[in-house]
Structures are given as structure tokens and as C-alpha cells.
């Protein structure tokens, strides 16, 4: 079986073909048959060794990887509501040689889901964990129908998802934007659109003058977007910011690694897919041989939409 993987940590260069063994499922347990995994800012991260501490000492193989979709061909015991034929989608979180780099994976079939209808495998290998992270600082900043969130890096995917999932909340969304995506964001739903900047926080305060109910920073402006946010809001962070505690805003980590085995959660985001209130994203495909190729684009920055390694 293979997968993309490395040996030893380094640049994009490092990705490589390799064999992995065969996999079954067990008990509670379901396997994918692989057609596409997503190329996050994660994957890089794991590739070159920055956040790949726990993986020091473990033997390569190192496989990238956390999003699939594809198709299950195996069902352990105990298994009910999916099936063999199923098309799929599921966040993994990667461990070793456990990730979505790979033509075959097995994963609890409470981490599982089926793939929105209509969708391709492409497209459905890019929601699982870009929408779950933006719904869990949703969740985390829990405003109510009627307030307003702030979304920087909204043309990105995390921030894309953040802007069309809080539309469906009921909020009023004040987005970042560049020049050259100022429709695209339009588009997404976000009611008001301010220039991007380091200047952030005062260019949203000109269209909130009494300052956001909450802050969703995709773009990891941090202590630049803070001041954006009223006394005693919230501001949620994809890099672990917690803020100087200053006046009463809380700060909330988003790890999403906390919302595996919530196929409940990922149903959910199915259903909004359906219903048209998330877009599905594909900036460009890659077999496994041009993954390097992948991870160099998403690194050089600008990417709308995501990269794909197609098996």
C-alpha cells in the first residue's frame, strides 16, 4: 500500500512515495479506501519538524495527513449506520504512520461520516477539519444570533468556514479582505468588508466603534486584532494565543484535535453542505508523486481553496 511520507524532517523535498503494510479494521472500527487527502498549514508543520515533537523518537515513516475521504471497503464489528460502499469523510488525527497520506486507512467509526451528496471525493476531503476547527471557535466564542464576530484571514479556509458558519448562527460578520478578494469573501456571506492590515483592530473599530463581540483570527494577527474586540468578549486563536488579559476578553485556544471522534459534529457540517451554507474549495490536485509540489504552493501563501493528493 502507499502512502507520502518522510524519513527524516526537512523541506518539501522530503515527501516521498513509501510502502506501507495492510490495515484492517477492527472492533468499533471502519477502513477507508483512500481517493484524497487535503494539504493543511498542519501538514507542513509535521513534514519539516516543527510540530512534530512526539514523533522524535517514534520510527519513520512520518505520514502527513488530516483529511480523507473515500470509500469504506471494510467494517469491523459492532459497527452500525455506515457500510461497505459508503463514500466517506473523516479528520484524522496523525500519529506515526497514521495519517491521511495513504491509500488506506483505519479510523473509529465515530471519527466517520458520509460525504456530502454531490460532492467528489476531492471536495470532500477538504471540509472535515478546516470546518471543524472554524465550528469549534464558534463554539468556543458562543455569541448569540444578532452579535458580531470579527474574521481575519476570512478568504482562507478556516476563515472561510468561520465567516459561512457564523452567517448561519445568525451573526453579523465583519471580514478581512485584500483587494483581489474582496468577491470572494462578498460571496461567502460576510455583511462588512475592511481592508487587510496590521492596522486591523483600528480598521474593524471604524465600522464597530464600540468594538466586536467576538474574534476569529485566521490570519494569527494576534495582538494586532485584539483591540478589535469590546471589553469582555472573546477572541479565538488557531495558534494558541491567550492574550495579556487585558480588559475582561477571554481567550479561547481552538485545538481541534479535541473534536476527534465527533462524527456527530462532521454530520452536522454535511448537512450545511447540502443545504448550500459551506462551500467545498479545491485550489489544485496532486498524485502522490507531486505532493513536495503541493506543500510548496500552500507555503508559498495565497492559496484560496485547498491542495489535494489524489490516490
Known amino acids: 500500500m502507499r502512502g507520502v511520507g518522510v524519513i527524516e524532517f526537512g523541506g518539501p523535498e522530503v ?17 477507508i479506501r483512500v481517493h484524497a487527502a487535503t494539504v493543511n ?3 507542513t508543520g509535521l513534514r519539516d519538524g516543527s510540530r512534530a515533537e512526539a514523533l522524535k523518537d517514534v520510527p519513520p515513516p512520518h505520514i502527513p495527513g488530516m483529511d480523507a475521504a473515500g470509500v469504506i471497503d471494510e467494517i469491523g464489528a459492532g459497527v452500525t449506520g455506515l457500510a461497505v460502499g459508503d463514500p466517506v469523510m473523516a479528520m ?4 506515526a504512520s497514521h495519517g491521511a497520506y495513504r491509500e488506506s486507512i483505519v479510523l473509529s467509526a465515530d471519527a466517520v461520516t458520509r460525504a456530502p451528496a454531490d460532492a467528489s471525493h476531492i471536495e470532500a476531503s477538504t471540509l472535515p477539519m478546516n470546518a471543524l476547527t472554524a465550528r469549534q471557535s464558534l ?13 481575519t484571514g476570512a478568504a482562507g479556509c478556516y476563515g472561510g468556514y468561520v465567516v459561512q458558519l ?6 453579523r460578520v465583519i471580514a478581512d479582505a485584500s ?21 486591523i483592530a483600528a480598521r474593524i473599530r471604524a465600522v464597530a466603534p464600540d468594538g466586536v463581540d467576538g474574534l476569529a483570527d485566521g490570519a494569527v494577527q494576534n495582538e494586532l486584532a485584539v483591540g478589535a474586540v469590546r471589553d469582555g468578549g472573546g477572541f479565538a486563536s488557531v495558534r494558541g494565543y491567550g492574550g495579556n488579559g487585558e480588559r475582561g476578553i477571554t481567550f479561547h485556544r481552538t485545538m481541534v484535535r479535541t473534536y476527534d ?9 454535511r448537512q450545511q453542505v ?4 459551506l462551500t467545498l474549495r479545491v485550489a489544485a490536485t496532486y498524485p502522490p508523486e507531486q505532493a513536495a509540489d503541493a506543500h510548496r504552493r500552500l507555503e508559498a501563501g495565497g492559496t484560496r481553496g485547498r491542495c489535494v493528493i489524489v490516490f
Do not use: F, M, S
Not at 187 to 198: I, K, Q, S
Not at 261 to 269: E, G, P, Q, T, Y
Not at 274 to 277: K, L, P, Q, R
Open 15 to 31: 515527501l516521498q512515495v513509501v510502502d506501507l503494510p495492510e490495515v484492517h479494521a477492527g472492533r468499533g472500527e471502519v477502513r
Open 41 to 43: 498549514p498542519t501538514d
Open 92 to 95: 484524522v488525527i496523525p500519529n
Open 139 to 151: 463554539d468556543q466564542l458562543a455569541l448569540q444570533p444578532g452579535q458580531t464576530i470579527a474574521v
Open 166 to 171: 457564523a452567517k448561519a448562527d445568525g451573526l
Open 179 to 199: 483587494a483581489a478578494d474582496e468577491q470572494l469573501v462578498r460571496d461567502l456571506g460576510a455583511d462588512v468588508l475592511v481592508p487587510r492590515g496590521d492596522d
Open 261 to 269: 471522534h465527533r462524527a456527530d459534529l462532521l454530520d452536522r457540517l
Open 274 to 277: 447540502e443545504d448550500g451554507a
